[in-house]
């Protein structure tokens, strides 16, 4: 009867644990709940620093400026940005990217400290006006975050699907809002908001912690300070009445009488 190599047993028992681990570590990296994160207080944050003067005046430059572009014209535009980022020179792109709007929305991503991580604003035809990062392409018409927000109406909102990111180990999302003129009534274009959701929760569990600590922590005793107590009257002592000096005796006179002398 043959028996197994001594060592099958130890990678038998190496499997096991490793599959222990893997399973034990999978919850750390498993999808968070997007629709729970994105919230209305994270889109008004969105609309916050995009409803601004420098991203409604450079959509509707670039739309005057594309106004009479058919679909043709448009697939030359994104062909030659794909085509620039393998070249030395790249005038659309340097243009695209050096603009003031693109220069603004870098800073919004940058002060959020790791919770956004690409930010792109396009124009009617759905072609980048400004952008934080370099993206693949110039177009994005062809795609549900610009289809599901532009033609939709001023308001619309559309959070896609979530993915994972192997090379930082984090989820993201992207927020895709259609931008309005300053009336709000008519929508010129749209936004992408990439979501840190693995940062988004951890912020928001942070704060959680931090609201049921408060609550758990007992409220601190009042202190009483001590009543002060008058001060004692000082109590009048009897004085003892002077005492009157005896009455000195008189001096008795010792002079004899004179004597008469007779003649």
């Known amino acids: 009867m043959s028996h197994p190599p001594p060592y099958r047993p130890l990678i038998a028992g190496?499997?096991?644990?490793?599959?222990?681990?893997?399973?034990?570590?999978?919850?750390?990296?498993?999808?968070?709940?997007?629709?729970?994160?994105?919230?209305?207080d994270l889109i008004g944050e969105i609309r916050d620093f995009i409803d601004r003067d420098i991203v409604r005046l450079s959509i509707l430059n670039q739309n005057q400026?594309?106004?009479d572009l058919d679909p043709a014209a448009i697939t030359a535009l994104d062909q030659?940005?794909?085509?620039?980022?393998?070249?030395?020179?790249?005038?659309?792109?340097?243009?695209?990217?050096?603009?003031?709007?693109?220069?603004y929305l870098t800073r919004v991503q940058a002060h959020s400290s790791g919770l956004y991580t690409e930010i792109f604003v396009m124009d009617k035809n759905g072609l980048n006006v400004g952008q934080s990062n370099l993206s693949s392409?110039?177009?994005?018409?062809?795609?549900?975050?610009?289809?599901?927000?532009?033609?939709?109406?001023?308001?619309?909102?559309?959070?896609?699907?979530?993915?994972?990111?192997?090379?930082?180990?984090?989820w993201n999302a992207q927020v895709n809002l259609a931008i309005a003129d300053e009336s709000g009534s008519t929508a010129i274009g749209a936004v992408t908001v990439e979501v840190n959701l693995t940062e988004l929760q951890r912020r928001m569990q942070a704060r959680k912690d931090v609201k049921t600590a408060d609550a758990?922590?007992?409220?601190?005793?009042?202190?009483?300070?001590?009543?002060?107590q008058p001060a004692a009257e000082p109590t009048a002592e009897a004085t003892p009445a002077p005492e009157t000096p005896a009455a000195t005796p008189a001096p008795e006179n010792n002079a004899q009488p004179a004597e008469s002398t007779g003649e």
Do not use: C, H, I, R
């Open 137 to 170: 392409d110039f177009w994005q018409g062809d795609e549900g975050k610009f289809q599901k927000t532009y033609p939709v109406g001023p308001t619309a909102v559309f959070v896609d699907d979530a993915e994972f990111n192997d090379g930082t180990m984090t």
């Open 14 to 40: 190496l499997f096991a644990v490793s599959g222990l681990f893997f399973t034990t570590a999978l919850p750390a990296y498993a999808e968070p709940p997007t629709s729970a994160l994105v919230s209305e």
């Open 216 to 228: 758990e922590e007992p409220a601190p005793e009042p202190v009483v300070e001590p009543v002060a």
């Open 65 to 67: 400026k594309y106004s």
């Open 80 to 103: 030659q940005w794909v085509a620039e980022l393998k070249a030395d020179e790249k005038p659309l792109v340097a243009a695209t990217l050096s603009n003031p709007l693109s220069t």
